[in-house]
């Protein structure tokens, strides 16, 4: 009867070791999916900063040009700014911004 009852134990043991490791790694993997989140957010984030820059740049620009494309060449260079910041912020151009931004929001 006492073997039975120690088998038990440890059948129990091993169920309640089981559980306890997947539900670390259910953690873990939730962290990552998280983590992975958060850098795309920082990413859109920098994407968007060097859009805004790069409209504060535009904007110091004289108005003066010696061919003017009108509405069609503001339309154009709004869109080519646009895809340089995604570009930008896809290849990390603002590391150091995204990192720092994954950590904020990591410990909020």
């Given at each position: 009867?006492?073997?039975?009852?120690?088998?038990?134990?440890?059948?129990?043991?091993?169920?309640?070791?089981?559980?306890?490791?997947?539900?670390?790694?259910?953690?873990?993997?939730?962290s990552k999916k998280s983590e992975e989140k958060l850098e795309k957010v920082a990413e859109e984030f920098s994407s968007i900063f060097i859009?805004?820059?790069?409209?504060?740049?535009?904007?110091?620009?004289?108005?003066?040009?010696?061919?003017?494309?009108?509405?069609?060449?503001?339309?154009?260079?709004?869109?080519?700014?646009?895809?340089?910041?995604?570009?930008?912020?896809?290849?990390?151009?603002?590391?150091?911004?995204?990192?720092?931004?994954?950590?904020?929001?990591?410990?909020?």
């Amino acid at each position: 009867m006492i073997e039975l009852n120690n088998n038990y134990h440890q059948i129990a043991q091993y169920k309640l070791n089981n559980q306890q490791q997947i539900q670390a790694q259910n953690k873990i993997n939730s962290s990552k999916k998280s983590e992975e989140k958060l850098e795309k957010v920082a990413e859109e984030f920098s994407s968007i900063f060097i859009e805004k820059m790069f409209s504060a740049m535009k904007k110091t620009l004289s108005d003066e040009k010696m061919i003017d494309g009108g509405y069609a060449e503001d339309v154009f260079s709004d869109m080519l700014y646009r895809e340089y910041s995604q570009m930008a912020g896809k290849q990390g151009m603002l590391t150091e911004l995204n990192q720092a931004l994954v950590e904020q929001l990591k410990n909020s």
